[in-house]
C-alpha cells in the first residue's frame, strides 16, 4: 500500500508561534484528508485537499500532487490546537475508500 | 446535517468475552461504512468496509468481524476477544468509496484485560 510519513513527529511550541507540519506519500492520490485528533480521541477534519491551497482561518494547507507532498500550517496558535495532527490519503487506484494514515505529529502549545 | 455516533464510549472486558461495538450515522442515505482501530502508536489501520446492507469486505485477517443489519448502522463483533484485540476503535462514512471525503465518530476505547 501507499507509504505516508509526517513530519516532525513531535512539535512544541509557545503559544502564538507558527509552525508547518509535512506529510509525504510514495504514490499518486485521489483523495488527501487532514485531521486534529484532540485529547478525547475524535478525528476532526480540518481539509479535504487531493491538490491546491486552503485555507480555514489561522489554518491552512496546499497539497503539490505532482511531488507528492502535503503542508499544514497553523498560524499564532493556541493551546486549543495541542493534539496529533494526522495526515490520511487514498491512493490513485483505489476503488476502496481506504485511507492510509500517516503516525502524525503530537503538536503541544504551551500558553 | 450528517452526525455519526458510536458506542460504547469505553469498555472493559476480560480475554475470551464476546465484543459488540455500535456505529450509526444520522442525515444521509446509504452512506459507505468503515470500521478503523488505532493502536498505541498513533497509526490507523482499516479493518472493514461496507458499500451497502449485508456487504462487508474484511482488509486484516483478524479475530473480528462485522456486520450491517441496517442501512445506517454498522456493528464490530468478536466472539472471542484476545488481548492483542485492544484499542480505539473509530467507525467512518462517506458518500461515495474513492475520492471523497470521510467523517469519523468519537470511537470506542477497548481495553482487554
Known amino acids: 500500500g501507499i507509504q505516508v510519513e509526517q513530519s516532525p513527529p513531535d512539535l512544541i511550541l509557545q503559544e502564538g508561534a507558527n509552525s508547518t507540519l509535512r506529510c509525504n506519500f510514495s504514490?499518486?492520490?485521489?483523495?488527501l484528508q487532514w485531521f486534529h485528533q484532540n485529547p478525547w480521541g475524535q478525528l476532526i477534519n480540518l481539509f479535504y485537499?487531493?491538490?491546491g491551497t486552503k485555507q480555514n482561518g489561522r489554518l491552512s494547507a496546499t497539497t503539490v500532487a505532482t511531488e507528492r507532498y502535503s503542508l499544514l500550517y497553523i498560524s499564532s496558535s493556541q493551546t486549543t490546537d495541542s493534539g496529533v495532527y494526522f495526515c490520511a490519503v487514498e491512493d490513485r487506484g483505489s476503488t476502496l475508500g481506504r485511507l492510509y494514515f500517516g503516525r502524525g505529529t503530537q503538536l503541544t502549545v504551551w500558553p | 446535517s450528517q452526525t455519526i455516533h458510536q458506542w460504547p464510549a469505553t469498555l472493559v472486558q476480560p480475554v475470551g468475552s464476546p465484543l459488540s461495538l455500535e456505529c450509526t450515522v444520522e442525515?444521509?442515505?446509504?452512506?459507505?461504512l468503515y470500521w478503523y482501530r488505532q493502536a498505541a502508536g498513533r497509526g490507523l489501520q482499516l479493518l472493514f468496509y461496507s458499500v451497502g446492507i449485508g456487504q462487508i469486505s474484511s482488509e486484516v485477517p483478524q479475530n473480528l468481524s462485522a456486520s450491517r443489519p441496517q442501512d445506517r448502522q454498522f456493528i464490530l463483533s468478536s466472539k472471542k476477544l484476545l488481548l492483542s484485540d485492544s484499542g480505539f476503535y473509530l467507525c467512518a462514512w462517506s458518500l461515495g468509496l474513492a475520492n471523497y471525503e470521510q467523517y469519523f465518530g468519537p470511537g470506542t476505547r477497548l481495553t482487554v484485560t
Open positions: 442525515g444521509t442515505s446509504n452512506p459507505n
Open positions: 485537499i487531493p491538490s
Open positions: 504514490d499518486s492520490v485521489n483523495n
